[in-house]
């Protein structure tokens, strides 16, 4: 279409009409300072910026905001700020899984309710990758995302620290007595060096390697460090291909598909990806009108080598994975695996676009021939402890855990996990299977990243670094460890989980893709029947709501409310 010809415009509904509305519009975006020049005729382009000085992840947004706006100028748009909830992943409690949902609608409703032709979405932290995609899909107005990008690698004396993961290592060193204050002390102050997002492959670098696969991102952009120049000039590029996306008209509905889920799914077995993405995939799914379930990804885990030695899974960081070719090499060295076929917001194919990217370095993009391992990085379990399923990340646990039968030491809370766990009394040895429960969706609340349970001292001072675990809570994607995660239903809907009680055998079994209480059936209903629920956390406002509707784990966690479903019509202006 013609730039020029404002009836084609979204946004010529607000400023064309020679009308009191029309007027009141104009004149209040000159009491801006804006004239006509600056916005008659031009697509409105609406940057949604999660910005806070609590994020730390966005920390360098104010500057990548000018450089968007810089690319939208260029092409004859019009840039309009629009600050939206900002999920810092570090700051915020008991979790921004809790909010998620909040930035999802946020990120809906402005964009209908406002004069915009087509959106930059600015995020990075974990959960402002999915909620502002949630909420662009539900809008389906055309957008495009920047990923925040991976913050530089940092060293501390001879070693190579990845926030997150090395977090966890050395604090656990530290327990057992082999770190003192000084060195942790020294570790604190280097180990996130840059603004950006963790440079391991935790939820992060995940979720927009995810947003690339899925074809909202310029080709490459996940795997850009934050704070270097091809950063600021991804920013431009991005702000440039947005006003060409409003006068295309391209939107997500045109761009997504079952095949592009498909890809996401594939991408995050590939890089051995967060296990917060299944939910993420799956909510994102729904949204776009696509009934994913669990199933697809045990299907496709069976056939997805990980190609991606970066920590937790494997050896490297994001900032190496960038210049060893980046998601474009590793999407190009997958092969067959991808849909080439599938759109993307550059209007070009994916395949298109990772035809020519090279893998520089295959210790860090492995070849099909030599993966990190033959199956994907996330698996799909079933049985009797988990009828609606639950995850685990097998390149991130210990092999000899992987078949496993312990009895359980369970914990009914986070808080009783933490005043018991160094109880002699606990009676816990290296084959007990610690069990975390009311940590879910409702139990959490908002299903916390608890699953990553502490070693008792005791263990760790013996050399033993690893349990099996299991819970109805997330983890980290920056975590590693014999984790069994998202078991649904959760315990405090009263799934199989509240039935649980110390002593009990529980046999986890990669083999067989199975986790089992190993209890008798007559006895596991005599249990249930003497359950009662607990009582919620929320009694009131936005908690409460989330409570009301939020589904489970297997479900995407979204609310029930809004999926996708009938079309809401853009408001009336009168």
């Not at 004396?157 to 090395?166: A, H, R, V, Y």
């Not at 391209?250 to 079952?258: D, E, G, H, V």
């Not at 520089?360 to 033959?374: A, G, Q, R, Y």
């Not at 589904?551 to 029930?560: H, I, L, N």
């Amino acid at each position: 279409m013609n730039p020029s010809d404002e009836s084609e415009l979204r946004s010529s509904r607000w400023f064309s009409p020679d009308s009191l509305r029309g007027f009141g519009h104009r004149s209040r975006l000159k009491g801006m300072g804006y004239d006509d020049q600056d916005f008659r005729d031009r697509p409105v382009v609406a940057i949604l910026n999660t910005w806070s000085d609590l994020n730390t992840c966005h920390s360098h947004f104010p500057e990548r905001v000018q450089q968007v706006k810089r690319g939208i100028w260029q092409m004859g748009g019009f840039p309009v700020e629009i600050p939206v909830m900002s999920l810092g992943e570090m700051m915020m409690k008991p979790t921004t899984m809790l909010y998620r949902n909040l930035l999802a609608m946020e990120t809906e409703e402005v964009l209908r309710c406002h004069p915009i032709d087509a959106a930059v979405l600015m995020g990075g932290c974990d959960k402002t990758v999915p909620a502002l995609l949630m909420g662009a899909i539900s809008a389906d107005l055309p957008a495009i995302f920047l990923p925040a990008g991976p913050m530089l690698k940092a060293r501390w004396k001879d070693q190579t620290l990845g926030s997150g993961s090395d977090a966890w290592k050395y604090w656990d060193e530290r327990r057992a007595g082999n770190l003192c204050d000084e060195a942790w002390g020294e570790i604190e102050n280097c180990i996130a060096r840059s603004a950006g997002t963790c440079m391991t492959m935790g939820t992060a670098s995940t979720m927009a390697s995810i947003a690339e696969s899925m074809g909202m991102t310029l080709p490459g952009a996940s795997s850009v460090p934050a704070v270097i120049a091809e950063h600021a000039r991804l920013a431009v590029a991005t702000g440039r291909r947005a006003v060409e996306l409003a006068q295309e008209k391209l939107r997500p509905s045109a761009i997504l598909s079952p095949a592009s889920f498909d890809n996401a799914i594939v991408t995050s077995m590939a890089i051995g990806g967060s296990t917060n993405a299944i939910v993420h995939i799956i909510a994102m799914a729904r949204r776009a009108g696509f009934p994913l379930t669990l199933e697809r990804f045990d299907e496709l885990s069976r056939t997805t080598p990980v190609l991606a030695n970066v920590r937790p899974a494997g050896k490297y960081l994001m900032e190496d994975f960038f210049d060893a070719g980046g998601l474009p090499a590793l999407l190009q060295q997958l092969g067959d695996h991808i849909d080439g076929a599938c759109a993307t917001v550059n209007g070009k194919s994916i395949g298109e676009n990772v035809a020519a990217a090279e893998v520089i370095d295959v210790d860090i993009i492995c070849t099909l021939e030599n993966p990190i391992s033959p199956t994907g990085g996330t698996f799909v379990l079933r049985g009797n402890l988990a009828p609606s399923g639950c995850i685990i990340k097998p390149t991130a646990a210990s092999p000899r855990l992987l078949n496993h039968t312990g009895p359980a030491v369970v914990f009914d809370d986070y808080a009783q996990l933490k005043a018991k766990l160094n109880d002699p009394e606990a009676g816990i040895t290296a084959d007990s299977v610690l069990v975390l429960r009311n940590a879910g969706p409702q139990g959490g609340p908002g299903f916390p990243e608890w699953g990553m349970l502490p070693i008792p001292d005791h263990l760790l001072k013996q050399g033993i670094r690893d349990l099996v675990r299991i819970s109805d809570a997330r983890m980290s994607g920056t975590s590693y460890g014999t984790c069994v995660l998202h078991v649904a239903p959760e315990a405090s809907v009263g799934g199989p989980l509240a039935l649980v009680r110390n002593g009990d055998l529980i046999e986890l079994s990669i083999d067989q893709r199975s986790l089992n209480l190993l209890v008798d059936e007559n006895e596991l209903a005599k249990r249930q029947a003497e359950w009662t629920p607990p009582a919620p956390r929320y009694q009131r406002g936005y908690g409460a709501m989330f409570l009301k509707h939020v589904t489970q784990a297997d479900a995407g966690c979204d609310f029930d409310f809004l999926h996708h479903g009938a079309e809401t019509p853009d408001p009336d202006i009168y």
